[in-house]
Structures are given as structure tokens and as C-alpha cells.
């Protein structure tokens, strides 16, 4: 595609992602579907370029007030996924003059805002939690994700898996925590692999990766994943129980059950068992109630430990939409909990790096349940021989109460898990 006209492609797609009306990467998907002749690289350059103005919102808007033209075209000059040499074939003599100013502007002569890029109300607490330390962690949002992979131990083993990707030009290194990770360089086509479409791999963060891990399910054991959603943990937790027992995929969704299907049939899987549940109450939970050895509640959170990855979230998220979730996790996790045995084990769960998504409803849950005994996650993981278990960890007396992932101390999302055993 001529230069000119990518560009001019990338202002159309950025006006449609900057509505917010849905997320990001289903406007990217349905762009796609409404352009089929668009190539590979063509998709690359749209799709990241869009990120790009998504992670450094405050920041370009800043430095698009000083240029001229449409404000679409402005922001898709400045986060332009490509070369510079390509980017200035597309744009005017004076065009060109804007974006090497703007390409000098220093990020210590930056305010606050356009050197963090998130909204103010994410920021305070942010800087609360972290202190000087929140820089670290604000650059690492501007980053994009590393693509992790989780090998099904039913089917082969990591060092397999590496082999096999190896052939396939695929660089990959063993991840530092989970025993079954696989990072990869770069963005491979990894749904045309052998090793994918037979479910030898699934794409999968490596901190989900340990909330399953945590878990630690059995053979035999009766087990609920609570909030199945598309089942990447289902799956991880139905390996690691090597296909043995009976595990429950439930979600209030039914439609994100339907992903799991697919993968679950690659997986080699027949001990999952998914429900859409009407709601937290429903009569399944009921009949079920103290018959269950393992329970996850990955709850609904605001996601925002994915930031990487969705970088819309920030902007799409509000104050009052996290205090609706708050309300909504601790009713998902007072029913769930009526599913655990005596002797049995209760998690706690988010994708998101709020304290009141995160240690509030832990610490809430644990006073009005004197019946579930915590357990320190550091130590669990220690017991799993994962290594640095300890620095995975932060909360109580030892630091070691609760899992607590940060992108950028840990490579990973941003992830909470606390665990409670049943008296």
C-alpha cells in the first residue's frame, strides 16, 4: 500500500477506536474484516500504530495541538508503527517540519500527565502503592506485552515445545516462574503450528499461568473454575490434574464459554465440564455447595494490570465503574466460597493493580469468614519449586500473604491471587 494511503487508513481506524464506544481490539478486528485486501504488514502498521496513540494518549494530544490538519491524522503521525523515511514519504514539507520537532521534544521537559499517560484518577493511587517506583512502572505500560505461551503437559514436555518452535524459526526462552512458559520474540503466525492447532500450545500470560499454578488441583479432586471465561486457566488447571477428576468451567457468559470450546477440543481435555450460570446464585452453585476440593475466582476486575496489552482499558475504565466491580467481587466470591469442602482451597483473583479490586476485598472476605483460614501465597509457591517465590509476593507480616504481579518488576500482567483454606 502507498504510503499516503496507509496513512490516511490509520486516521480512519483511529477515529473509530477513539469513540470508546467498544474495545479496541474488536473496532481493530472488525476494520480488518471490512478490508480484506489489507496485507499482513499493512495490519501490523494499522493495528500498532492505533496501540501506540492508545498507550501515549495525553502525550500526543499535547504535541498534535501545535501541528495542522485533521486531529486523526495528526495522532496517527505521531504513533506511526514503521520507519521515519516511510512516515515522511506520506506527509507535506510542513508536516515533516511538526513531527521532527515534536521527535525532539525531551520527556524530562514533559508535565506529569504526558509522561505517564493515564488518566489522573488511576495515576494517584498508582503512586500511592509504588512511590518513586511508579515511573518504572508507568514506562512499562507504554510497552507492548511479550507474547508468553503455556505448553500442555499432557502432550509434551517445555523442552519439546522449545525444539519444535525452534524449527519453525521461532526464538523462545523458558519463563522465569511457571514451569510450563514459553516466552517469543515478536508477533509469530503461531495459530498455523502443529504444536497450536493439535493443543500442544496456548497462548497465555505467565502470570495466569501461576494463578493456576496456586491452585495446585490434584488427581481426582473435585474442582471450579468459577470464572471460566474463555478458559485459559481452565485448561492449564484440567493438565495439571492430568485429566483425571472433574473440573467445572463456570461463567455467567455463555458466549465466552463458547470460545472455550474449540481450545478445549485441541487440549485433549475430557474432564471439563462447562456451565453458563444465570447468576453467582445459581441452583448448580447450590447443589455443589461443600463438595469442592479447589475453587478459582478470577473475578470480573477492571483489567487494568493488562494494560500492555489493552491500552484502551485506561481511557474506557472509570472510578465509578471500578466501584461497581468492587460491589460485584465480593458477592462472586462470598457464593463461590460456599462451594469449598472442609480442607479445601479457596483463590482469590484479578487482572487488575487496584488495592480496593485486590488486598480490600481479601481483607473484607476474611473478616466476615472466619470459617477460611489464609494461606501465604510466597510460601505456596515456594512449596511449587517456583523459583523467586518470595518476590512474587507482598502483604502481611512477611510479605508473603498475597500474589502480587507487576509488569514491570515481573515481565508479567498485573496480577493478585490471595488463598484461603476451608477449616
Known amino acids: 500500500m502507498h504510503p499516503k494511503a496507509l496513512l490516511d487508513a490509520c486516521a480512519d481506524l483511529l477515529q473509530q477506536v477513539l469513540t470508546f464506544e467498544h474495545p479496541a481490539d474488536a473496532v481493530v478486528s472488525r476494520y480488518f474484516r471490512n478490508h480484506r485486501n489489507l ?22 494530544e499535547q504535541l498534535a495541538r501545535s501541528g495542522t490538519g485533521p486531529k486523526e491524522r495528526r495522532l496517527a503521525i505521531l504513533g506511526f508503527y514503521g520507519p521515519r523515511d516511510f512516515l515522511k514519504s506520506a506527509l507535506t514539507p510542513q508536516e515533516k517540519d511538526w513531527v521532527d520537532a515534536c521527535d525532539a521534544v525531551r520527556e524530562e521537559d514533559l508535565l506529569e500527565p504526558q509522561r505517564h499517560n493515564l488518566p489522573q484518577w488511576l495515576a494517584e493511587p498508582l503512586k500511592a502503592q509504588l512511590g518513586d517506583e511508579f515511573w518504572a512502572l508507568a514506562r512499562s ?24 518452535l525452534a524449527q519453525a524459526a521461532i526464538q523462545s526462552v523458558a519463563t522465569p516462574y511457571s514451569p510450563w512458559g514459553l516466552r ?21 500470560d505467565e502470570g495466569s499461568q501461576l494463578l493456576a499454578l496456586l491452585l495446585d488441583a490434584h488427581r481426582g479432586e ?37 470460545a472455550l470450546k474449540p481450545r478445549l477440543a485441541r487440549s485433549g481435555l475430557s474432564n471439563v465440564h462447562p456451565a453458563a450460570l444465570a447468576h453467582e446464585r445459581d441452583e448448580r452453585v447450590k447443589r455443589l455447595a461443600g463438595k469442592i476440593d479447589r475453587v478459582l475466582v478470577d473475578a470480573p476486575c477492571s483489567g487494568l494490570g493488562t494494560l500492555r ?14 466501584a461497581e466491580l468492587t460491589a460485584k467481587q465480593a ?18 483473583a484479578t487482572c487488575s493493580v487496584l488495592p480496593e479490586e485486590n488486598e480490600a476485598i481479601a ?46 518488576r515481573h515481565q508479567t500482567d498485573g496480577f493478585f491471587a490471595a488463598v484461603w483454606q476451608k477449616k
Open 141 to 164: 505500560l507504554q510497552e507492548q506485552a511479550p507474547l508468553d505461551l503455556r505448553v500442555n503437559i499432557l502432550q509434551e514436555k517445555r523442552e519439546q515445545a522449545q525444539k519444535e
Open 39 to 60: 496485507g499482513p504488514r499493512e495490519r501490523a502498521t494499522l493495528a500498532e500504530t492505533a496501540y501506540a496513540v492508545l498507550r501515549k494518549k495525553p502525550l500526543f
Open 184 to 204: 517469543v520474540a515478536g508477533k509469530p503466525a503461531l495459530n498455523r503450528l502443529d504444536a497450536f492447532t493439535r493443543g500442544a500450545l496456548e497462548v497465555q
Open 222 to 258: 473435585m474442582v471450579v473454575d468459577f470464572c471460566a471465561g474463555a478458559g485459559g486457566k481452565t485448561l492449564a488447571i484440567g493438565a495439571q490434574m492430568r485429566n483425571t477428576g472433574r473440573l467445572y468451567a463456570f461463567d455467567v457468559s455463555g458466549h465466552r464459554l463458547d
Open 331 to 348: 458477592a462472586i466470591l462470598a457464593s463461590a466460597a460456599r462451594l469449598v469442602k472442609p480442607g479445601g482451597r479457596l483463590v482469590y
Open 363 to 408: 481483607e473484607a472476605f476474611g473478616a466476615a469468614h472466619a470459617d477460611f483460614v489464609p494461606l501465604a501465597a510466597g510460601e505456596l509457591l515456594a512449596q511449587l519449586k517456583v523459583e523467586g517465590a518470595a518476590g512474587l509476593c507482598s502483604g502481611g507480616e512477611d510479605g508473603q500473604r498475597y500474589l502480587r504481579l507487576w509488569p514491570h
Open 309 to 322: 496489552r489493552n491500552p484502551d482499558l485506561k481511557w474506557r475504565q472509570s472510578p465509578q465503574a471500578v
